[in-house]
């Protein structure tokens, strides 16, 4: 099994950074695609940004040049750095990590999510 446990959310005020992360643990051969999304009360989940195991990134066209995604390979890791953060940033944001397990076939696996509120 996999498991992803995410850290960093909370409040902040508009113009303010956060940093979130996420590791995941548990029969992991390989760690593939890592995002981070987001989901606001009554939305539908939105990808915010993407990393190749190679280093490349992708974001929404929202946080772009705010927004910087990362991951350290060794530690199956992603962490999202926000600045610049504005209100229309608070949502619910989740981790997700495609894993090659030890014994079977890749998937997708979830973090449990993290609360990120900015207020004006």
């Known amino acids: 099994q996999v498991q992803l446990v995410e850290s960093g959310g909370g409040w902040v005020q508009a113009g303010g950074s956060l940093r979130l992360s996420c590791t995941a643990s548990?029969?992991?051969?390989?760690?593939?695609?890592m995002a981070w999304y987001r989901q606001g009360p009554g939305d539908s989940r939105e990808l915010v940004a993407s990393?190749?195991?190679?280093?490349?990134?992708n974001y929404a066209d929202s946080v772009q040049g705010r927004f910087t995604i990362s991951r350290d390979n060794a530690k199956n890791l992603v962490s999202l750095q926000m600045n610049s953060l504005k209100t229309e940033d608070t949502s619910v944001y989740y981790c997700?990590?495609?894993?090659?397990?030890?014994?079977?076939?890749?998937?997708?696996?979830w973090g449990q999510g993290t609360q990120v509120t900015v207020s004006s």
């Open positions: 548990g029969s992991i051969f390989r760690t593939n695609v």
């Open positions: 997700n990590i495609n894993v090659t397990p030890i014994v079977g076939k890749s998937r997708d696996y």
């Open positions: 990393i190749t195991r190679g280093g490349t990134g």
